[in-house]
């Protein structure tokens, strides 16, 4: 796979007003649900882009989910 662009899994939470949630368990949820899907260890994740919630913006989301899930991926986004 090295040098090609994969997605390779889904993953979701419930949305809507969830109250006592934060929105990088939320994150964190559904990554664990993309990597299950697609069937890969999060070591083998070289990337991560998100989008920062549209409830609330925080800076650097994508390095704090990052750190939330464990790995340091080599590129990343917001």
């Known amino acids: ?3 090609k662009v994969v997605i390779a ?3 979701h939470t419930e949305f809507g007003k969830l109250s006592g949630r934060s929105t990088v368990s939320m ?3 559904a990554i664990r649900h993309a ?3 697609a069937g890969i260890e999060k070591e083998q994740v070289d990337g991560l ?3 920062f ?3 609330s913006f925080e800076m650097m989301y ?3 989910l990052a750190e939330a899930i464990g790995i ?3 590129i990343g986004g917001v």
Do not use: C, Y
């Open 1 to 3: 796979m090295r040098g």
């Open 9 to 11: 899994g889904i993953g």
């Open 27 to 29: 994150n964190v949820e």
């Open 35 to 37: 990597l299950a899907d």
């Open 49 to 51: 882009f998100v989008k």
């Open 53 to 55: 919630p549209t409830s």
């Open 62 to 64: 994508g390095q704090k």
């Open 72 to 74: 340091m991926p080599r």
